[in-house]
């Protein structure tokens, strides 16, 4: 064999890795993305009210109570419900906030904790507390910086349940703003949801996000709460449901009027630490579903540097019709999914957001080994 034809072979090497990678992408887009791109809701024959705990746990939160408490309290929910929110340790106006709150609203519960607990960082034994102190089977936890989308939040949310239920996954989104860091915030929020929400769709449920998420008193009760993972900052939210949800327990809900709304950072070396200790807790998921992600994650990472490759060394005209299946593919079911999710405006943005996430990956992939921050605020 001469050495033209060894650089050929490498350079049909370099075309076929690209097709393989075009192809796994094309496999998780059409296989696992499109049932939420493509999800309805079933009708339900009759509604019904279950009661309902919300748990929220603030830190040092006033500001954001005064700001978002209001919409937790002001839900169209007839039947029996509380809000409870518990304070943990805060040095602001956290407590005298809330009393002020408690004077009018009669279904505001307070828990008042005072000390740290030793060994157990992050919000897990506060949230423990919470629903520990709850009275009713149905939780529903939000964060003291997220507010509801509509009054019919809480509503919705808990008629997810029915026979076998135990889960119901929530989607968090973030205030619509201009500039360039909210678009970014926003599209990683979404195409986090995109996954998450998706598996579940497909039977493969391996997260949820504290900040709407819903689950059983009892089925935190009987997995012994945060015991397996109070070691961890994080996991609060992730990591638990990671461990409870299965393929028969869990359900979504993708009803505008049941999202909550957060505040975005403003800052990008604000945003980048949020991330980074949220990837933190990645390398403790299974060994399936690290594979699952992961094989996802990397083949979206190498897909422009392969094309690049391929378009160079190989025959561009056939790299970009190769390319064009994917870009085809993703923006039709990309455009379905933000129709799900209310996160439309950024559809014509997604082919440059999708560039954004090589630079995003580079970014961020240090968090899965390095040790995260102690503190949950």
């Avoid at 201009?178 to 986090?192: A, C, D, M, V, Y």
């Avoid at 405006?345 to 961020?364: E, G, N, Q, T, V």
């Amino acid at each position: 064999m001469d050495l033209q034809q060894i650089t050929l072979d490498w350079r049909l090497i370099a075309f076929i890795i690209f097709c393989v990678i075009t192809l796994i992408q094309l496999v998780y887009y059409w296989g696992i993305f499109s049932k939420l791109a493509f999800y309805r809701q079933k009708p339900r024959e009759q509604s019904q009210q279950h009661p309902v705990s919300v748990v929220i746990c603030a830190r040092d939160e006033a500001a954001n109570l005064a700001r978002n408490l209001p919409g937790v309290l002001f839900q169209k929910y007839p039947s029996t419900h509380e809000v409870l929110v518990v304070n943990h340790n805060s040095q602001d106006d956290t407590r005298y906030l809330l009393e002020e709150f408690k004077k009018t609203f009669k279904l505001l519960e307070i828990v008042n904790l005072e000390h740290e607990a030793k060994g157990i960082p992050g919000k897990k034994y506060p949230l423990s507390m919470g629903i520990r102190e709850a009275n009713h089977e149905i939780l529903l936890l939000t964060d003291a910086d997220c507010v509801p989308a509509s009054e019919n939040w809480l509503y919705i949310m808990q008629d997810a349940y029915s026979p076998g239920i135990e889960v119901v996954l929530g989607y968090g989104a973030y205030q619509k703003r201009p500039g360039l860091l909210n678009k970014l915030i926003r599209f990683e929020t979404f195409h986090t949801a995109m996954q998450y929400l998706s598996f579940a769709l497909a039977k493969l449920p391996y997260m949820g996000v504290g900040r709407n998420l819903s689950y059983k008193r009892q089925l935190f009760l009987e997995n012994k709460g945060f015991s397996s993972i109070n070691h961890l900052p994080g996991g609060d939210d992730d990591l638990f449901i990671h461990k409870v949800a299965n393929k028969n327990n869990t359900s979504i809900v993708i009803d505008p009027e049941a999202f909550t709304i957060s505040e975005p950072k403003l800052k990008f070396g604000d945003w980048f630490r949020q991330k980074g200790r949220h990837y933190s807790t990645g390398k403790y998921y299974s060994g399936k579903f690290q594979f699952l992600l992961g094989l996802y994650s990397i083949t979206q990472f190498l897909f422009y540097p392969a094309l690049i490759l391929s378009a160079l060394y190989f025959d561009w005209k056939l790299s970009l019709g190769v390319f064009g299946l994917r870009f085809l593919s993703q923006g039709f079911l990309s455009y379905k999914c933000m129709q799900r999710l209310n996160e439309k405006d950024l559809w014509p943005w997604w082919w440059l957001l999708d560039i954004w996430m090589f630079i995003y990956y580079c970014i961020f992939a240090p968090a899965l080994w390095k040790k995260p921050r102690q503190t949950w605020v």
